[in-house]
């Protein structure tokens, strides 16, 4: 069996899942923070590297990227610097 839409009607239909599709992709680029060049917290630089917190410390002392809010108690990385860091390594 197979169902025929006007063309009006498959057109809309198109647009529609488009854009359920789109508004899906954006929802999971911004829970997993794709779209953003920063990475707050140590925790989540070691999950975005899968790293253990003992091998970030090594590098930050070996001189990986960080930036503080020493006011704040907050820091965070930037992602392209810390690839090129890890590339140049």
């Not at 899906?24 to 790293?51: F, G, M, R, Y």
């Not at 990227?65 to 990385?77: A, K, Q, T």
Request: glycine share 2%.
């Amino acid at each position: 069996m197979e169902v025929q839409l006007p063309k009006e009607q498959e057109q809309a239909l198109y647009k529609h899942v488009s854009d359920v599709l789109s508004k899906a992709i954006d929802n999971v680029e911004n829970k997993a923070n794709l779209n953003t060049p920063w990475i707050k917290s140590k925790k989540q630089l070691c999950k975005w590297l899968s790293i253990s917190p003992q091998t970030l410390e090594k590098l930050m002392t070996r001189g990986l990227p960080v930036h503080y809010l020493d006011d704040m108690g907050i820091c965070f990385f930037n992602k392209r610097e810390v690839t090129k860091y890890l590339l140049e390594q």
